[in-house]
Nanobody, 125 residues
Framework: QVQLVESGGGSVQAGGSLRLSCAAS????????MGWFRQAPGKERAFVAA????????YYGDPVKGRFTISRDNAKNTVYLQMNSLKLEDTAIYYC??????????????????WGQGTQVIVSS
């Protein structure tokens, strides 16, 4: 079983930046592809970014390409999402996910085997 805990959410002005963290623990947690998803009220869950176990393979959803960066520190067993140039439409609850799949598969199927409880991101004008 893998446990995921997100942190770093909050409120920010449009154009600003925010950094989310996801701490993973549990059996073989370092071997999972890790990713971020988001869900706004009344909308479907959307893929944001994913990274493989080594940190050398990443995949991003089109709406965040060039603005968000995913990374991981395996020594700390933590995944990060650096969000820059935030837009109003980035407002959502952001969830950390883990799965034994590739980042590309996570991005195209919206699949996660384990999920965190989410952290709220609010972008205002």
């Amino acid at each position: 079983q893998v446990q995921l805990v997100e942190s770093g959410g909050g409120s920010v002005q449009a154009g600003g930046s925010l950094r989310l963290s996801c701490a993973a623990s549990g059996y073989n947690s370092r071997g999972y592809t890790m990713g971020w998803f988001r869900q706004a009220p009344g909308k479907e869950r959307a893929f944001v970014a994913a990274i493989n176990f080594s940190g050398y393979v990443t995949y991003y959803g089109d709406p965040v390409k060039g603005r968000f960066t995913i990374s991981r520190d395996n020594a700390k067993n933590t995944v990060y999402l650096q969000m820059n140039s935030l837009k109003l439409e980035d407002t959502a609850i952001y969830y950390c996910a883990a799965a034994w799949i590739t980042p590309q598969t996570m991005g195209t199927t919206n699949q996660g085997d384990y999920w965190g409880q989410g952290t709220q991101v609010i972008v205002s004008s």
